[in-house]
T-cell receptor
Framework: GAVVSQHPSWVICKSGTSVKIECRSLDFQATTMFWYRQFPKQSLMLMATSNEGSKATYEQGVEKDKFLINHASLTLSTLTVTSAHPEDSSFYICSAPPGVGETQYFGPGTRLLVL | AQKITQTQPGMFVQEKEAVTLDCTYD???????LFWYKQPSSGEMIFLIYQGSYDEQNATEGRYSLNFQKARKSANLVISASQLGDSAMYFC????????????FGAGTILRVKS
């Protein structure tokens, strides 16, 4: 299957700082990538759809100014958690399909802990 | 709106036996896709199997098979000859055709394989 990487795999930061998470498709180009958030023992919650060359589409209830998404190229999308607070601590995971209508492949995820 | 229901929060299975994980879905779309993903404790999401709504044959991938009953709107995952490494969280998901490649996930089922 297609390979998606994520960096960093885990990060600890102080409250009030910003954290950037990268999602890369390694062996295919992705015009669309997806960002999810997952709390322990819960399902994945879609936060936003990252679109190359245009603005991200955010799900209802997700703060656009809090979670900045930039789809810089056909292989890279970034999620920046701005002014992070302890309640932002979570597992963030991205996914990308190699093409429209194709299976989504997931990155390994990023564990964020805000102190 | 599409919805995925996984009614089994947790399941136990004896090593080498088969196990069925339940998944029902609700959609008004005629064209849709159903997926199963495995999430071990490391957090990565591993794609297991896919079933298209127009596929007449049940999907199979090695020890995984999908028991697709369209009239009942169910897409159960069958794992044959369970192995200790199968212990993980399993998610059923549906692709939202109306909104591109967005996936809607069920709550998940934790599977524990006993030796």
């Amino acid at each position: 299957g297609a390979v998606v990487s994520q960096h960093p795999s885990w990060v600890i930061c102080k409250s009030g700082t910003s954290v950037k998470i990268e999602c890369r498709s390694l062996d295919f180009q992705a015009t669309t990538m997806f960002w999810y958030r997952q709390f322990p023992k819960q399902s994945l919650m879609l936060m936003a759809t990252s679109n190359e060359g245009s603005k991200a589409t955010y799900e209802q209830g997700v703060e656009k100014d809090k979670f900045l998404i930039n789809h810089a190229s056909l292989t890279l999308s970034t999620l920046t958690v701005t002014s992070a607070h302890p309640e932002d601590s979570s597992f963030y995971i991205c996914s990308a399909p190699p093409g429209v209508g194709e299976t989504q492949y997931f990155g390994p995820g990023t564990r964020l802990l805000v102190l | 709106a599409q919805k995925i229901t996984q009614t089994q929060p947790g399941m136990f299975v004896q090593e080498k036996e088969a196990v069925t994980l339940d998944c029902t879905y609700d959609t008004s779309d005629q064209s849709y896709g159903l997926f199963w993903y495995k999430q071990p404790s490391s957090g990565e999401m591993i794609f297991l199997i896919y079933q298209g709504s127009y596929d007449e044959q049940n999907a199979t991938e090695g020890r995984y098979s999908l028991n697709f009953q369209k009239a009942r709107k169910s897409a159960n995952l069958v794992i044959s000859a369970s192995q200790l490494g199968d212990s993980a969280m399993y998610f059923c998901a549906m692709r939202d055709m109306e909104y591109g490649n967005k996936l809607v996930f069920g709550a998940g089922t934790i599977l524990r394989v006993k030796s």
